[in-house]
């Protein structure tokens, strides 16, 4: 085995410096250039992989999608988009980074495996802009800017898989060589498919070997659609491989602004009409207060003419709009209060005022629902008022420790977030049916066309009501068993669809025992 010539005794400094040794005779480029033909080939290498991780993204999303009606496919496919795109984030990802990431990714797409619905996709497609935006920014943005992201991100995904391609055509310097290939083939493969079909109208052997080919097959317009299928998928899905705040945007960084005077919205709130304001607030909420708690309690008698469902039903929404005024009035005067310790405690009063009228307007709902029965809208009014209730118990906290208006919307945001998140996992179909069938207060008011409207979800709490009554209340049942969707393969699974689908065969069973 051939070593090469070790010298002793040549200083360090020297054999450091003495790159030129090795130079090109005619550029004088030695290690230089064969370090940015390293960075360079470092970064063809980097796109050929993420090319090929594309190829496996858009097989995959043809093996869950093509031909197949949406559910659990698109839960798994969310989770192997994260994976893939944590693979490629610049530096790299330590271990840590991939439990949070792939859990947080979990958590968005387990409302999918609930049941495939709109919030369920918005929660799904959140958690994959929000591990999009963490890797190019390092950090989350404002929803405005979480917005852009996407929209940037659905719409340039065909130019940049463009460019990329074309770069790395120039790269490779294989232009001219496609050219010349392209003019060397494109004659002889014309002429060869005339001469051929000739050939094979005079040779009916040929003809049917042609035709046992069958190229009319490639014609099948079935395959343009899913070549078109496979395009529009690699165009959404190459961005998020390729994350980079050049062409996402960077940052804006917001210009300190100083405030020369007061603006023109202090001619109309200022220290002077604040006081008066929070005074008067005050007074009124008192007398609407005590009134409720009269009403309420049986001590003062409605006008002639009004029953307690319509006094219930008459001030419930009203009430929450009025907490929402008080919310917003009390975050746009807060930094005038300051350390004003009489104004602070007028205020702290009439968001406990606030709070106590939101829960009188829930128990008004509650009246109403027990007369008048439950649906989705007094279902959501219930939910939009603990949501009201929680704000304001967050400006309390906000003043308390003195926390800023961006803490204040984020609390906000999240208590949203979470609230939205859990009612995904809720079946509000058999809620509403189970309510209305065995707690109503007038069962002689049930509107029964609305529980069997409300679709196969349902389906168990008529049943329960039906075997207790000794008949049967609903004529659509059959229709909504039909309703519900077989699923073909495990790519259309929903768990609450297979809960529904077990209880109807358990029926089954024990219908068809003797």
């Not at 409302?111 to 994959?128: C, K």
């Not at 190459?238 to 202090?266: E, F, H, I, M, V």
């Not at 519900?484 to 358990?506: K, S, V």
């Amino acid at each position: 085995m051939h070593r090469g010539l070790l010298v002793h005794g040549v200083p360090e400094r020297i054999r450091l410096d003495a790159w030129w040794l090795g130079a090109d005779a005619d550029t004088g480029a030695g290690s230089v250039r064969g370090g940015s033909d390293h960075q360079s080939g470092q970064a063809d290498w980097r796109k050929r992989q993420g090319l090929a991780v594309l190829a496996l993204l858009v097989l995959m999303a043809d093996w869950l999608f093509w031909h197949h009606s949406p559910g659990l496919s698109i839960a798994l496919f969310a989770l192997i988009l994260s994976a893939a795109m944590l693979a490629f984030k610049p530096g790299g990802a330590n271990r840590r980074a991939w439990a949070v990431v792939l859990g947080i990714e979990l958590l968005c797409n387990l409302p999918l495996v609930e049941q495939l619905q709109t919030i369920s996709l918005l929660f799904s497609l959140s958690g994959v802009i929000g591990l999009a935006i963490w890797m190019t920014y390092g950090r989350l943005v404002s929803g405005g800017r979480a917005f852009r992201v996407f929209l940037r991100l659905s719409t340039v995904g065909a130019t940049l898989l463009a460019r990329t391609g074309t770069e790395n055509i120039d790269r490779s310097r294989m232009g001219s060589g496609l050219r010349r290939q392209a003019s060397a083939l494109l004659l002889p493969l014309l002429a060869g498919g005339v001469f051929l079909l000739l050939l094979s109208a005079a040779n009916p052997i040929l003809q049917d070997v042609l035709e046992a080919m069958d190229p009319q097959a490639l014609l099948d317009p079935d395959i343009g659609w899913r070549v078109a299928f496979w395009c529009a998928a690699a165009s959404f899905l190459w961005p998020y491989l390729n994350l980079d705040a050049r062409w996402l945007g960077s940052l804006p960084q917001a210009p300190a602004q100083s405030r020369t005077g007061p603006g023109r919205a202090a001619f109309l709130i200022n220290p002077a009409s604040v006081r008066t304001s929070l005074f008067l607030f005050n007074l009124l909420f008192l007398v609407q207060t005590v009134m409720d708690i009269g009403i309420l309690t049986g001590g003062v008698t409605l006008p002639e003419g009004m029953s307690y469902a319509t006094y219930a039903h008459r001030g419930a929404y009203p009430l929450v709009v009025t907490a929402l005024l008080a919310g917003a009035f009390a975050v746009a005067t807060s930094h005038l209060i300051g350390t004003d310790r009489r104004l602070r405690a007028l205020l702290f009063l009439w968001l406990g005022q606030n709070m106590f009228l939101v829960v009188t307007a829930a128990f008004r709902l509650s009246l109403y629902v027990d007369v008048y029965a439950l649906t989705y809208l007094r279902v959501a009014a219930f939910i939009w008022m603990g949501l009201v209730l929680t704000g304001l118990v967050l400006i309390v906290i906000q003043m308390v420790r003195d926390h800023g208006n961006a803490w204040l919307m984020r609390m906000n945001f999240y208590s949203l977030s979470v609230t939205v998140y859990l009612c995904c996992f809720v079946n509000f179909a058999q809620v509403i049916a189970g309510y209305n069938l065995h707690h109503s207060a007038a069962p002689t008011r049930l509107d029964i066309s609305y529980v069997c409207n409300l679709g196969p979800q349902a389906l168990p709490e008529i049943h329960r009501y039906e075997r207790k009554a000794k008949r049967k209340i609903c004529r659509t049942t059959d229709d909504a068993e039909q309703q519900i969707m077989t699923p073909r393969n495990w790519r259309e699974w929903g768990f609450r669809n297979w809960r529904l689908q077990a209880y109807l065969h358990d029926q089954y069973l024990q219908s068809s025992v003797p």
